[in-house]
């Protein structure tokens, strides 16, 4: 009788709970068809009105992130105990003050200027016509003794500019059998992290290299983008970036329009800005 009563009458309907995993295993929607056999329905999962709004939320919060992140992560300073400080000569006069204040606050020893053919130049001239001996001019004309002061031209003009410039500085440091363990890049807001990743590139070996960023005076950095300036700073300056950590393979790559090879463009002269 207990046994009766445990079994169902044969014949009575009997009810199935659905469940996720049942639903998930089901087979596809059989023989369905379209287009002579080029189109077929298949079982898919979409996403509900819940899972959009989380979507939109995810989406709306990794913007906010990034409005309030990036600015930080590229105008990065990663200091180091060092007496040589290398400056990136294309900045402003008015950001030149500001290195210069820099070097008699730091107590440094020693600046070398880096950079290649003014803008507006077809190419390499002479070394008179570098942003590197016109930076040296300046920081001199700042108050800074000129026997502190190198200027280090590169011949890049085309692309690549920045480490060609690194390269120009490891190739006369080499040459001049020059002590120089560690030195900070003194460089513009967002452009510091790609100056610390390609100076550090180009000398790959034991020199300690830290990276001073200048704030950009014509935006306020924590609400960039409220300023055309800090939206075209942040946009060119995160797709450089990416490029350079992406798709950059100097090793690869040839380094002048003229077809010269790398070493040859970013050899520098021994003439220093000083006459002595």
């Known amino acids: 009788m207990t046994n009766r009563a445990q079994q169902p009458e044969s014949g009575a309907p009997q009810s199935v709970a659905p469940s996720f995993a ?49 600015h ?45 053919p003014v ?10 016509s570098t942003a590197a001996h016109n930076a040296a001019q300046k920081l001199i004309a700042l108050g800074l003794p ?10 890049v003009s085309a692309r690549d500019r920045t480490y060609g410039s690194a390269v120009a500085l490891h190739d006369w440091i080499k040459d001049h059998h020059a002590a120089v363990p560690s030195f900070v890049v003194v460089t513009m807001s967002v452009h510091a992290r790609r100056s610390l990743y390609l100076f550090r590139m180009a000398f790959d070996d034991d020199t300690k290299i830290g990276v001073i960023s200048l704030p950009n005076a ?19 300056e995160v797709t450089s970036y990416l490029y350079t950590r992406l798709l950059f393979h100097p090793a690869r790559q040839s380094a002048v329009d003229s077809g010269l090879s790398f070493t040859m463009y970013a050899q520098v002269t021994e003439q220093s800005i000083c006459p002595r």
Do not use: C
């Open 218 to 236: 014509d935006y306020d950095a924590a609400h960039w983008w409220r300023y055309s300036e800090g939206v075209k700073d942040i946009v060119s």
């Open 119 to 128: 803008h507006g130049l077809v190419g390499y001239l002479n070394d008179y």
């Open 72 to 116: 930080p992560f590229l105008a990065v300073t990663v200091p180091v105990s060092t007496n040589t400080m290398v400056v990136e000569g294309w900045m402003d006069p008015m950001d030149l003050a500001s290195v210069a204040a820099e070097f008699k606050r730091g107590h440094y020893q020693r600046i070398f200027t880096t950079g290649g």
């Open 146 to 155: 000129p026997g502190v002061v190198q200027s280090v031209p590169s011949h």
């Open 22 to 70: 049942s639903a998930a295993s089901l087979p596809e929607s059989g023989g369905s068809t379209a287009l002579w056999g080029l189109a077929n329905r298949r079982l898919r999962w979409s996403l509900s009105w819940k899972g959009w709004i989380a979507v939109l939320l995810t989406g709306i919060g990794a913007f906010l992130l990034f409005l309030r992140y990036i």
